[in-house]
T-cell receptor, first 114, second 113 residues
Framework: AQSVAQPEDQVNVAEGNPLTVKCTYS??????LFWYVQYPNRGLQFLLK????DNLVKGSYGFEAEFNKSQTSFHLKKPSALVSDSALYFC????????????WGAGTKLIIKP | ETGVTQSPTHLIKTRGQQVTLRCSSQ?????VSWYQQALGQGPQFIFQ???????GRGNFPPRFSGLQFPNYSSELNVNALELDDSALYLC????????????FGPGTRLTVL
């Protein structure tokens, strides 16, 4: 079955340290992958996407993600975390086998400590 | 801001009532998708409209219905409200239904008592 997994409910990082939020997926065909961020009581904000091309994708606010086809992963990274990065992060994939609807992970709460 | 607007911001209804939520797409976008996000969970796909026709539907009962208008704005209607319908309802618009990014509105918080 098509799915997206975010194995960590919460990630804690000290300010200034690198951060990684993990995402793995399972879909048929070539995936189109997205990362979004959600602040409390707000809608979802787009960070970055992978459609095709270079496996390393750069996005908003200094975030980047690496598409790894063999490991079916699309981990979100940032070299130096800011306290303002604290939020809920969602990975999503468009499933070609389901009319390209977006399938979402359960979300990872990122906490950056000063 | 994404240019996607939703109304109302908050809504309180009682069980059995009906509700209509509205969404205005970003300019130039012809695809609208609706999601339900329960507290502490990821969004769940309800349905998508592409050029005024329903283009895909998630695992939601028929009492969840929608419309897309010629200006590509959209409505989500929910009949016979149940307590479990309490959630944040998100609307997203995009230029196409496959590769383009979906841009989200701020959501409508529905509480069913």
């Amino acid at each position: 079955a098509q799915s997206v997994a975010q194995p960590e409910d919460q990630v804690n990082v000290a300010e200034g340290n690198p951060l990684t939020v993990k995402c793995t997926y399972s879909v048929s065909g070539n995936p189109y992958l997205f990362w979004y961020v959600q602040y409390p009581n707000r809608g979802l904000q787009f960070l970055l996407k992978y459609i095709t091309g270079d496996n390393l994708v750069k996005g908003s606010y200094g975030f980047e993600a690496e598409f790894n086809k063999s490991q079916t992963s699309f981990h979100l990274k940032k070299p130096s975390a800011l306290v303002s990065d604290s939020a809920l992060y969602f990975c999503a994939v468009r499933d070609p086998g389901s009319n390209y609807q977006l399938i979402w992970g359960a979300g990872t709460k990122l906490i950056i400590k000063p | 801001e994404t240019g996607v607007t939703q109304s109302p911001t908050h809504l309180i209804k009682t069980r059995g009532q009906q509700v209509t939520l509205r969404c205005s797409s970003q300019s130039g976008h012809n695809t609208v998708s609706w999601y339900q996000q329960a507290l502490g969970q990821g969004p769940q796909f309800i349905f998508q409209y592409y050029r005024e026709e329903e283009n895909g539907r998630g695992n939601f009962p028929p009492r969840f219905s929608g419309l897309q208008f010629p200006n590509y704005s959209s409505e989500l209607n929910v009949n016979a409200l149940e307590l479990d319908d309490s959630a944040l309802y998100l609307c997203a618009s995009s230029k196409d239904r496959i590769t383009d990014t979906q841009y989200f509105g701020p959501g409508t918080r529905l509480t069913v008592l």
